[in-house]
């Protein structure tokens, strides 16, 4: 991901360089113009031209560093982009089913906390490095040419700085990627916690869910103070050891003006040589401090990185090297299935082998006993897993409508939940698909009408309202084909009957319908009627004689 921003991020390194040489020609101007006020006692006047390459050293100095800054800022933000954008993309690719065993708190929590944490790391850590090599390396060949005694000073003490940010790292990779493990089971936590408030307060266990979720908060709280705590006494350590070698060298220095030093090349510092030391000391250590600032961001980035991979490298089932890639259907056909299986983990074979082909316009009902694989059927047939054997072909683009006993709502109005099957529906449209699945008596209730909010999941409606929002989805899209998993479980009579009327008229539009049903009613609609025994094994099938 970051390849693709080699060129913003050598411009981040190029203002870098530039932004450290302007400062060794700053420190050697500051030194110079001392030397001549104290030793050559030359008055002000004399000396205008180095006034003025001073006062342009200085805003030139801060546009390297404001270029620096920004190209950072840029390239990590298009970095960010791309992962959550490559993150999102396989989330799709891996679908409902592979997602189940995820928490959506904790992709949440990857999608926004784990992908910005990168931010450091390719906005300032990663130029650094490169800084932190040649910066230094620059001022020691400067250093080194007026004293080489004072260069080997700073040279012994270089490697100190890198010997403690490589123990104290190891250290704090390890706690941000337990910080982030943790952040992700407190969002889930919580989220548990708010969609099931009401059971909660119902057996009066509020304040116990209270306790709990405080409780997660404050360990939460906690690694995240030792790991501040660590990278502050990391920060200590460095700072110590960069005053020491500061101190050694200013220490030379000192002694060698004051004649005490004659050992090398002491007897030929001079007031300019000697402040220039002095002055570039402190900027020869301040990239290795740098880098030890933004060492954290590593760390963060490298403990949200394992969980970014984890999913990445989560292999969807239609992609797998040992499933079938589907082929391009006929038009005859929409999904057509050769000796396919389905396979899931640590169960073995749950459906299959079935040979089956869904044809446009069709109703096609299945049956069978809890367990047999009806829903793994309609979830292949959506495109949510593959297969683990068999052949099979699906439309190009097949497009398709999906509805189960429990339907997905979100917090938003009730135009919110009907655009998802159409953002650009219009609010004649919405009205005219409520009042066909039999929502437009409550509709003329609601004060605000579309714009009635709704909570999660749905909140303020009853389960049969709730599937016949579901139904008024599926009106507004123009799916060919509708997917159906017990669309008529647990609802009242009225709420059953308006869901068989309005699956009848889907299929008298031309619709194909294949739905998972034990209703007599749904059943009876059928062109086609297929039977799945416990073993997921297709044990019989009626009204095929005019199928294909």
């Known amino acids: 991901m970051a390849a693709g921003e080699r060129r913003l991020l050598g411009l981040v390194t190029l203002s870098g360089v530039a932004a ?4 060794v020609v700053q420190m050697g101007l500051l030194a110079w113009l001392v030397a001549q006020f104290l030793v050559a006692e030359r008055v002000p006047e004399d000396l205008w031209p180095a006034f ?4 342009a050293v200085l805003p030139l100095r801060a546009l390297a560093q404001w270029g620096q800054e920004v190209a950072g800022l840029e390239a990590s933000l298009r970095i960010r982009r791309r992962a959550r954008a490559a993150l999102l993309d396989h989330l799709v690719l891996l679908g409902p089913v592979r997602l189940a065993s995820r928490h959506s708190a904790s992709l949440a929590n990857q999608l926004v906390e784990q ?3 990168l931010d450091g790391y390719f906005a300032r850590f990663l130029p650094q490095l490169r800084l932190a090599i040649g910066l230094p390396l620059l001022i020691l060949a400067v250093v080194a040419w007026l004293d080489w005694l004072a260069a080997l000073f700073l040279l012994l003490s270089a490697p100190l700085i890198p010997l403690f940010m490589a123990l104290v790292g190891m250290g704090a990779e390890r706690l941000n990627r337990d910080q982030f493990s943790a952040m992700a089971r407190l969002s889930g936590h919580f989220i548990d916690r708010v969609r099931g408030i009401t059971t909660l307060q119902l057996f009066d266990r509020g304040r116990d869910a209270t306790a709990e979720v405080h409780a ?15 990278a502050f006494l990391s920060s200590a350590v460095l700072e110590f050891f960069t005053s020491v070698a500061i101190a050694v060298v200013a220490i030379y220095v000192g002694f060698g003006l004051l004649g005490f030093i004659t050992y090398g090349p002491s007897s030929a510092l001079s007031l ?4 220039l030391v002095l002055l570039l000391a402190p900027e020869f250590f301040q990239p290795l401090r740098s880098l030890s600032q933004h060492y954290h961001d590593r760390a963060a980035a490298l ?3 394992d969980g970014l991979v984890a999913v990445l490298n989560e292999v969807p089932d239609a992609l797998h090297p040992e499933a079938h890639p589907p082929e391009p259907a006929i038009d005859e056909e929409i999904v057509s299935l050769t000796g396919v299986t389905v396979e899931h983990p640590g169960r073995g074979r749950v459906l299959g082998p079935i040979d089956l082909v869904v044809s446009p316009g069709e109703v096609l009902v299945l049956t069978g006993p809890s367990g047999a694989g009806k829903s793994t059927l309609l979830q292949l047939l959506a495109g949510f897993i593959g297969p683990s054997s068999g052949q099979w072909r699906r439309s190009t683009q097949p497009r398709f409508a999906w509805m189960d006993q429990r339907p997905l709502l979100i917090l938003g109005s009730l135009a919110d939940n009907l655009r998802l099957a159409d953002p650009q529906a219009s609010e004649a449209r919405m009205r005219r ?3 066909r699945a039999g929502l437009d008596e409550l509709l003329s209730e609601l004060p605000e009408g579309l714009e009635t909010r709704l909570g999660e999941r749905g909140l303020g409606l009853s389960a049969g309202q709730a599937q016949r929002l579901a139904l008024a989805r599926i009106f507004l899209s123009a799916s060919p084909l509708v997917l159906l998993d017990e669309p008529t479980a647990s609802l ?3 709420s059953e009957a308006w869901i068989i009327r309005a699956l009848s008229e889907l299929a008298e539009e031309g619709r194909t319908l294949v739905i998972a049903t034990h209703h007599p009613a749904l059943m009876a609609m059928a062109d086609r009627r297929l039977a799945l025994d416990e073993g997921g094994r297709l044990a019989a099938v009626t009204g095929e004689s005019d199928r294909g």
């Open 20 to 23: 450290g040489t302007l400062t």
């Open 52 to 55: 003025i390459a001073l006062v």
């Open 115 to 117: 992908v910005e944490a």
């Open 216 to 230: 997660a908060a404050e360990d939460y709280r906690l690694l995240s103070m030792k790991t501040l705590r660590l």
């Open 272 to 275: 300019f040589s000697g402040l």
């Open 303 to 305: 403990g949200a990185a």
């Open 433 to 435: 698909a409520l009042s």
């Open 492 to 494: 009242d009579e009225d």
